[in-house]
């Protein structure tokens, strides 16, 4: 499976929310 550069940058940015709802 490859990650396209926008569905990494989207998948960073689901990480980061994450990390701050947490």
Known sequence: MTFTPTQKELF???IES?????
Do not use: A, T
Request: a positive charge; aromatic letters at 0%.
């Open 12 to 14: 960073n940015k689901n």
């Open 18 to 22: 994450l990390s701050n709802i947490l």
